[in-house]
């Protein structure tokens, strides 16, 4: 009876310590389409293992695991503290998280990242292109939009990700998929999350959207424009169960859950198909 009782009692605080964790649709009923950067939103499951840990203007994401985890994105210099106390929210230790990841080296999302190396002692992982960008915390000159940004705080980087890197921490492996166009050094992220035997194949695009500053021209740059489609190109084409963007409007996230469909098969290949038309549209301004 003793024996029973001890479990019993495991049980009951187990489940008293396991955290109520928010919806996908309260986050939304919190936030607002293209938000503010620093608003905070309550953290939400996507799906298994990855969580969105973000504002309700600029996305983080969370890939857990036993033996640590992976953070993508860092948010704003002022987004850094509320992406952590979302994950502490959540259950998980800041201080558990083995690499911080980018997509793009812009301010609004990677500036928060010096914070949470702090916080965390995280390997920051980077592109070649993008690793002198974090380390100075300015933006690159040849950045479409170099000059259009405040400068953020440097952070360190550990280790470059070249090609299409894998980024590995126990069970979780995070395929690095280089896609320039918004940014020099800008990453998409695609791996697979499971609930029980329900696995999902997860990308989380880039913004790869052709804003630039007034005297730019993409069409001065053939090499860095071919670059530019080939990493739409590869966004169309790789398998993609949940998309997901750096600004959570910018893959329509905020119609998907209200309409219960997070999970689409087209939601990729329709991303990269709008931003490839922005790039045609873009490229036919500059000739005209």
Known sequence: MRNVLSVSLLALAACAAEPDIPSAEQWAEVCEPWDEWDKPGPPFRIHGDTYYVGTCGIAAIL?????????????????????????????????????????????????????????????????????????????????????????FEPAQVSGLITGEGNVTTGHLTLTAIATPGHTPGALSWQWQSCEGEDCLTIVLMDSLSPVSADDYRFSDHPEYLAAYREGLSRLMDIPCDIALTPHPAGSRMFERIEENTLVGLDECRAYAAKQLQRLDKRLAEEAG
Not at 65 to 74: A, K, S, V
Not at 94 to 107: A, G, I, M, Q, S
């Open 63 to 151: 890939v857990t695991g036993e033996q640590g985890h992976i953070l993508i994105d860092g948010g704003s210099r002022g987004g850094g503290p509320l992406i952590e106390a979302n994950i502490e929210a959540l259950g998980f230790r800041v201080r558990d998280v083995d690499f911080l990841l980018h997509t793009h080296e812009h301010f609004d999302h990677v500036g928060g990242l010096a914070y949470l190396q702090r916080q965390s002692r995280g390997k920051l992982l980077a592109s070649m292109d993008a690793a002198p960008v974090l380390e100075s915390g300015i933006t690159a000159s040849n950045d479409p939009q170099a000059g259009m940004h405040d400068p």
